[in-house]
């Protein structure tokens, strides 16, 4: 078996920062110490060898408003890798009444293009005994966490009596609920208002979906898995009053997690204003970009740790399919890139600028989620045994961010402009070299899926509330007879 060696490297990890030499071989990490030699190698001086990133919310190829997200799993994956992202983990999203299994059968399909590898989440887009007991088959395919949109009424909105039950039979699975936490009601009834007004430009999707629909959201989804007995994760978080629902909870002892974006860390409502139509379009997601008050929020929640991931919810759409939405803002498909740029952009403004520490980073853009979503150590760690998706992170090399350079297959980039320091010199996926500096040789296909365990004694960790909230049955003599 050929083995590789990282050397001359400085080793970061979540916990620890320090020099040592990789081996890697049959796509392991099989050794770690000084002076390693014998097998080829790779030169990490000057650079930090780092656990890849695992990007836990990407829509590669996804049915969604109209249209398909434009990047895939082939291009999806090598942008991923280009920017030092390893794994990514996609949605698989049934249309409402279309039978779990077969929506996975699909994704399934979508998938041999991958160059790294690849989990999946299940979304619950409707509820009904088919859906409860296909859960069941779901976990055991590996899938073990479970979306629900809040949002989208009409179309992938659940309402809270399918959300509880399906938190429920979460919490009886073992398995994670994921929130998008925005309320579709409200969020309904203000785009109509604003559209009645005339309002219907970019900007507009901005003013029909403000904080406060997704701090309520927030709230309601926690409070909904506190009396299912289940942890739950909301995506996206992207404003205080989420922010705040989540650190409340955490506070109160719950298995609560929120996943700030890399768009909602850097770009702010301005990017909406006083823009042309398709600059603005462009940036059109859902939750939509905030005001600096709450990118300071979300810079806090990462460093203290009431936030634990940094994710993208990558799903992007060209020029001309956000051009649909020309004269109705509601039908600009929602989402965004950022698969290439989320390690280096949150190097720049969060390591390089003091706000995280490396450590931080490492955990916040791969570890932390390997953890939640129950693939650690195999993911997001330097321990003999784990995978060797790992990146050479040479904090000197520099770029602008432009889509003429990208690997994504559309024509703009939100961080067009932006200065990057610090990119990957190698990224590794399983052992394989495929990106080195400028040069990627990814190889299509080379992806596998990672299956997850449904580990209960981690999700069930709400269930000591229940000795105090389950109902108990009072025996009582002496009841008055009805009618007297
Ligand atoms: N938000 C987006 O902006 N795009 C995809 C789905 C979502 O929730
Ligand atoms: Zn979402
Ligand atoms: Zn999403
Ligand atoms: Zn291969």
């Known amino acids: 078996m050929t083995s590789k060696i990282i050397k001359n490297g400085t080793v970061v990890t979540a916990d620890l920062t320090y020099a040592a030499d990789i081996r890697v071989e049959g796509g392991r990490i099989t050794e770690i110490g000084q002076n390693l030699s014998g097998g080829e190698v790779l030169d990490a001086s000057g650079c930090y060898v780092m656990p890849g990133g695992i990007d836990p919310h ?17 291009s999806g994956t090598r942008a991923a890798l280009s920017g030092g992202t390893t794994m990514v983990v996609d949605f698989c999203l049934p249309s409402p009444q279309q039978s779990l299994l077969e929506a996975l059968a699909m994704w399934d399909n979508k998938t041999s293009k991958a160059s790294c590898d690849y989990s999946f989440h299940m ?31 009409g179309a992938l909105m659940v309402d809270d009596d399918e959300m509880f039950s399906s938190f429920q039979r979460c919490a009886d699975l073992g398995a994670l609920p994921l929130v998008h936490a925005e309320n579709g009601d409200v969020v309904a009834q203000m785009t109509a208002k604003l559209l009645a007004a ?26 909904i898995a506190d009396m299912a007995g289940v942890p739950v994760y909301i995506v996206h978080t992207s404003c205080e009053q989420a922010h705040e629902a989540i650190r409340r909870a955490r506070q109160a002892g719950k298995r609560v997690y929120g996943e700030p974006l890399i768009q909602h860390l850097v770009l702010d409502e301005t990017e909406y204003f006083n823009r042309d139509w398709d600059y603005a379009a462009r940036r059109v997601m859902s939750p939509p970009f905030r005001n600096k008050q709450h990118q300071d929020s979300l810079w806090a929640g990462l460093a203290s740790g009431s936030l634990q991931v940094v994710a993208t919810d990558h799903c992007a759409f060209t020029t001309a399919q956000k051009r649909n939405g020309i004269g ?7 989402g965004t890139g950022g698969l290439e740029d989320r390690m280096p952009v949150l190097w720049t403004k969060g ?16 570890t932390n989620i390997a953890k939640i979503l129950n693939m650690y150590p195999k993911k997001g760690a330097i321990l003999v045994g784990a995978d060797a998706d790992l990146v050479v992170w040479d904090p ?7 889509a003429a350079k990208q690997q994504s ?40 899926f990672v299956a997850r365990e449904a580990k209960n004694p981690v999700n069930r960790a709400l269930s000591t509330w229940k000795e105090i909230t389950a109902p108990r049955k009072v025996e009582r003599t002496g009841i008055p007879a009805t009618g007297v």
């Not at 990407?58 to 990047?71: A, C, I, K, Q, V």
């Not at 007991?133 to 073990?144: F, K, Q, S």
């Not at 109705?328 to 929602?334: D, E, M, T």
């Not at 996926?429 to 080195?436: H, K, L, S």
């Open 123 to 153: 979304a619950i887009t409707w509820w009904g005994e088919q859906v409860f007991n296909e859960m069941a088959d779901v976990v055991d395919r590996g899938i073990t966490s479970f979306k629900h949109f809040m949002a989208y009424k």
């Open 351 to 366: 390591v390089k600028t003091g706000r995280l520490t490396m450590n931080e980073f490492v955990a916040v853009t791969s």
């Open 198 to 223: 005339g309002n219907n430009g970019p900007e507009a999707h901005a003013y029909s979906r403000p904080p406060e629909v997704e701090g309520e959201a927030t709230n309601r989804a926690i409070m």
């Open 396 to 402: 000197k090399r520099k770029k602008t961010i432009s």
């Open 328 to 334: 109705n803002f509601a039908k600009i498909p929602n």
């Open 409 to 448: 297959a559309i024509d703009y980039n939100v961080f067009e402009g932006i200065e990057v320091e610090g990119l990957p010199r190698f990224t590794l996926t399983r052992g394989q070299v495929a990106v080195t500096e400028d040069q990627i040789s990814t190889e299509q296909g080379h992806g596998q």
């Open 58 to 74: 990407t829509h590669l190829e996804m049915p969604f408003m109209g249209t398909y997200s434009s990047d895939d799993f082939e």
